[in-house]
C-alpha cells in the first residue's frame, strides 16, 4: 500500500513561489505517473500537472508557464515548483500516484497540503 506525504505548502504573497513536494512510500511497483491535484473551497477537486515515466507532463491551462512538475524516481518523489502564484492558486493541493497492475489502475492520494496566496 502506497502512502503519500505532501510538504512545502504555506502562504505567500502574489507573484511569490513555492515547492512543493511528495514522497512515496510503500512501493512495490514501480509508479506509472506522478502528479498534483488541488481543491479550492465550494469547488471540485482539480488536475493542476502530471507526469508520466516517459517524462510526458500535462498541465492544466491556468498553470501553465508557471508550475513546473518534476520527479526523482529514484527517491519516488515528486516535485511542483510553483512560480508567479496568484490569488486564484489558493487550494489545498493533493498528490497523486497511479500505478497500472495487469492494465488495471490503482490510485493513491496524500492528505494534502494548504497553499495560501495572499496580499
Known amino acids: 500500500q502506497i502512502q503519500l506525504v505532501e510538504s512545502g505548502g504555506g502562504l505567500v504573497r502574489p507573484g511569490g513561489s513555492l515547492r512543493l513536494s511528495c514522497t512515496a512510500s510503500?512501493?512495490?511497483?514501480?509508479?506509472?505517473?506522478m502528479g498534483w491535484y488541488r481543491q479550492a473551497p465550494g469547488n471540485k477537486r482539480e488536475l493542476v500537472a502530471s507526469?508520466?515515466?516517459?517524462?510526458?507532463?500535462n498541465y492544466a491551462a491556468s498553470v501553465k508557464g508557471r508550475f513546473s512538475i518534476t520527479r526523482d524516481s529514484t527517491q519516488n518523489t515528486a516535485y511542483l515548483q510553483m512560480d508567479k502564484l496568484k490569488a486564484e492558486d489558493t487550494a489545498v493541493y493533493y498528490c497523486?500516484?497511479?500505478?497500472?497492475?495487469?492494465?488495471?489502475?490503482?490510485?493513491?492520494w496524500g492528505r494534502g497540503t494548504q497553499v495560501t496566496v495572499l496580499s
Open positions: 497523486h500516484a497511479r500505478q497500472y497492475r495487469r492494465g488495471a489502475p490503482f490510485d493513491y
Open positions: 510503500g512501493v512495490s511497483y514501480s509508479i506509472d505517473i
Open positions: 507526469l508520466t515515466n516517459a517524462d510526458f507532463t
